[in-house]
């Protein structure tokens, strides 16, 4: 069923667990998603990103749909959430859609122009009860050179959220996007800095470098809404690379993928599980 973020992400951060947010590369790999988080009976956040829409040939109401109906679907709270955004038009298309969270990504703008876009998609959004997302100082990985360097300055995220009216902020901590090895560090006194800072639930982008137990420290510290994608395509990848290496003959990608499906679903089941401390 379709939930409000908001209220998801406002519940795991009184408990202090975190909320597992997974990518939609595929269609396959989101009913996998669910049926991991449906099998754990845990919420979950489908994510389609700008990339996964340009990917589909540019078109977002086939896999769009998609993703949405399978949100809908769910025996368990789920959520149709835009990821990485930086057209705006394509925000609004989301939302037309249906989707019920987005996150629009003017990390790379110039501060002030980061602020007034936000701001105004923001309110476009909360005019049709729609959840915002968004990002501030911006977390490297996206151009495949990875700078897990970045900050956020506490003073600076609270003036963020206020000056825009997001629902939740995602932060440099120390993360990198699409890294393939779970070594990051994460700098946990500055995400209870900038807990402590702002008003609204913090979200790690990049989480896939990060170890299980460095993931269950930052969401002590005050992490809610985690990001995974790249430690998904890893797993999927090397099953259907290996069932691939051992059967020459396959050509079904039905029969190709399924071991790789599996194998998702069960890291999805895992990861849910340890964000929400179980
Ligand atoms: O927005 C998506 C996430 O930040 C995923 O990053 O591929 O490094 O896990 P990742
Ligand atoms: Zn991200």
């Keep these: 069923m379709l939930a409000d973020i908001r209220e998801l992400a406002r519940d ?33 956040i489908l994510q389609l990103s700008q990339n996964a829409v340009k990917y589909h040939r540019g078109w977002l109401e086939p896999i769009g749909s998609a993703v949405l109906e399978l949100a809908k679907r769910a025996k368990v709270p789920a959520v149709a959430h835009l990821d990485h955004a930086e057209d705006i038009d394509l925000c609004k298309a989301a939302v037309e859609l249906g989707f019920n969270s987005i996150m629009y990504d003017g990390s790379k703008l110039p501060d002030e122009e980061n602020r007034k876009t936000t701001a105004e998609i923001t309110k476009w959004c909360h005019d049709r009860g729609v959840s915002v997302e968004a990002e501030l100082g911006e977390v490297g990985g996206k151009n495949g050179v ?14 963020f959220v206020e000056d825009t009216g997001v ?13 393939t090895s779970r070594d990051a560090s994460l700098d946990n006194e500055l995400i209870a800095a900038i807990k402590a800072a702002v008003p609204v639930p913090l979200v790690l982008h990049g989480s896939s470098g990060v170890s299980d137990e460095g993931m269950r420290a930052a969401i002590q510290a005050g992490m809610t809404k985690i990001n ?51």
């Design 12 to 44: 795991a951060a009184s408990h202090e667990v975190g909320l597992g947010a997974f990518n939609v590369v595929l269609l396959e790999h989101g009913e996998a998603q669910i049926a991991a988080a449906e099998a754990v009976e845990l919420p979950i």
């Design 146 to 159: 990875h700078d897990p360097s970045a900050r956020t300055k506490p003073e600076d995220a609270a003036k």
């Design 167 to 179: 629902d939740l902020l995602a932060v440099a901590v120390g993360s990198s996007h699409a890294m």
């Design 228 to 278: 995974v994608s790249t430690h998904l395509n890893v797993i999927y990848t090397a099953k259907v690379r290996e069932d691939l290496a051992a059967g020459p003959d396959l050509v079904d990608p039905r029969k190709y993928s399924s071991n790789g499906n599996a194998a998702l679903q069960a890291e999805v089941e895992r990861l849910l599980n340890w964000y929400a401390g179980k």
